[in-house]
């Protein structure tokens, strides 16, 4: 291929630069002040990579984001920005891009895209942002950065200019910033590059934030929030006291977005585009819950709720949500209710809502009480996944496994289940007794996960355990554990291959 050697080894290292332009250094790029830009995120290309190959690299970085205790599995706060997301990805004319989109738990302003259009945003981002359209105009940024292909634009013009010195800083930055190094690690791993290969980088990328900003403006509009809402970010980004632009490499602070950027993002705004937009009662619970993952403990998010002032908006509903869910992690547990019953009462369509009280009453000790409400929400919004994640949660804790299990199966054959919520189906199978299917759903889990070893014995411990099992499924786990052998034979001859590429390199 034009852009990349094939061998194996240097095709890693292209996907390792490709992720380096997709994940700026966290807290540095936090800390840029005048010079603030988001990261330059974007889609690897197929001359490049498979879409296959993109997925595997995307999963396995998003596993040592879990493993890192970053990943939120909140299902509350996921659906609300995968909602937003999908909406904004229908109007980006994406062709056959898929978009995948997930919150990391950590405070600085950030968000990133990882191949294969998985697309992840901090809950430092969801607070910081003023209303629902500047929040949109992130996400339609890092959209526009996939469906613009910036990742193969940025290798096509690298070549030659030391692609395996780039994967390593890749490499410190990701690991320094996104899994919770500090920043003098970064700053190291910045100045020890070579000058002017991430001179040309950067100079690179300003042009692709420039077309983000301009096709993220349409999907903004397209998508019928305010298309002000990126540039308003910006501006919002800029006024932030934390973000000193000293803590960064001086050749990294080139491009004041309070001044350039802003004026170019906001001049490709016509008047006809312009709407005013009222944020969603989602979007105000999504950025409570954001500020009660990132507060040290729920005692002090339970402070700050309460001391927030009221504002005789729809954003007060976020604020007694965000007090009703610290309440009920501090076990006050009657106060918790009253809060809540009282925000259902003015809000009684909020899927969030809904869930928050069912979980009051199952903490209360009111099991019969808390399957009505589930049952309530499920009849008013059948086929929500969160709802029925968070209802098989009560089950499994009331002794209820069984019914748990058959609830999962439901969102099973529909195709609806997540990494968290196989886990549980695992958990709901194995307390009900169905020790093969346990074992067989633990196996997928560590599938999602990445971990072929675990997903191979889960199956082999399976397939034991169906010994008295009818034929169908024996069969269906034989075939899976096939399948898994398959592909653990890839994965080696792959290393192998690679093993080679190494030391018949030069140098």
């Known amino acids: ?44 290309a197929d001359s490049v990579l498979t879409r296959a190959e993109e997925r595997e690299i995307a999963l396995n970085i998003i596993e040592r984001i879990r493993r890192a205790g970053k990943l939120v599995a909140d299902p509350e706060i996921n659906e609300y920005v995968s909602d937003v997301g999908k909406r904004l990805a229908y109007r980006a004319q994406n062709g056959d891009h ?5 919150v990391v738990q950590d405070p600085s302003i950030n968000a990133f895209a990882l191949p294969g259009g998985y697309i992840g945003i901090h809950t430092g981002l969801i607070e910081a942002t003023a209303n629902e359209s500047e929040l949109a105009g992130v996400l339609a940024h890092e959209i526009a950065h996939v469906t ?69 403006v349409g999907i903004l509009a397209e998508a019928g929030f305010d298309p002000r809402g990126l540039p308003s970010f910006f501006e919002t980004l800029s006024r932030k006291e934390s973000l000193a632009s000293a803590a960064v490499p001086e050749i990294l602070r080139t491009h004041p977005v309070s001044l350039n950027r802003v004026a170019e993002a906001r001049s490709r705004i016509a008047p006809q585009m312009i709407r005013e937009v009222d944020s969603s009662l989602n979007y105000y619970l999504a950025q409570a819950q954001a500020r009660l993952l990132d507060s040290e403990n729920p005692e002090l998010a339970l402070r700050r709720f309460r001391a927030q002032p009221l504002t005789e908006t729809p954003g007060d509903a976020g604020k007694f949500y965000g007090e009703g869910l610290a309440l009920l992690e501090t076990g006050q547990v009657a106060q918790a209710r009253d809060v809540l019953r009282t925000l259902l009462n003015e809000y009684p369509d909020s899927i969030p809502l809904r869930i928050a009280e069912a979980r009051a009453a199952a903490a209360a000790g009111n099991e019969a009480e808390a399957r009505r409400s589930f049952e309530d929400a499920l009849r008013l919004f059948p086929g929500n996944a969160g ?41 709901a199978s194995g307390e009900s007794g169905q020790v093969a299917d346990a074992h067989y759903f633990m196996a997928e889990y560590e599938l999602m996960r990445r971990n072929l070893n675990g997903a191979h014995t889960q199956l082999q411990l399976a397939l034991k355990a169906s010994e008295q099992s009818d034929e169908v499924r024996r069969s269906r786990i034989e075939a899976r554990l096939e399948q898994v052998e398959l592909m653990g034979e890839k994965g080696g001859k792959r290393k192998e291959k690679e093993n080679r590429d190494e030391e018949e390199s030069p140098g």
């Open 1 to 44: 291929m034009r852009n990349c050697p094939r061998p194996t080894a240097q095709r890693a290292a292209c996907a390792a630069l490709a992720l380096l332009l997709c994940a700026q250094s966290l807290p540095a790029r936090a800390q840029l002040g005048q010079g603030q830009e988001l990261p330059d995120m974007g889609s690897l």
């Open 98 to 102: 898929q978009f995948h989109f997930f």
């Open 148 to 216: 613009q292909q910036h990742i193969s634009r940025q290798l096509q013009s690298m070549r030659g200019t030391g692609i395996m010195s780039m994967a390593m800083l890749m490499g410190a930055l990701l690991v320094g910033g996104l899994l919770g190094g500090g920043g003098d690690m970064m700053q190291g791993a910045l100045m020890a590059s070579q000058g002017m290969a991430l001179q040309q980088r950067i100079n690179f990328t300003r042009a692709h934030e420039y077309e983000a900003d301009r096709i993220g």
């Open 387 to 427: 709802i029925a994640h968070r209802y098989a949660e009560t089950l499994i804790a009331g002794g209820q496994a069984p019914k748990a299990r058959e609830l999962l199966l439901e969102y099973l054959i529909n195709d609806k289940l997540n990494l968290e919520t196989t886990r549980l189906l695992a958990q």
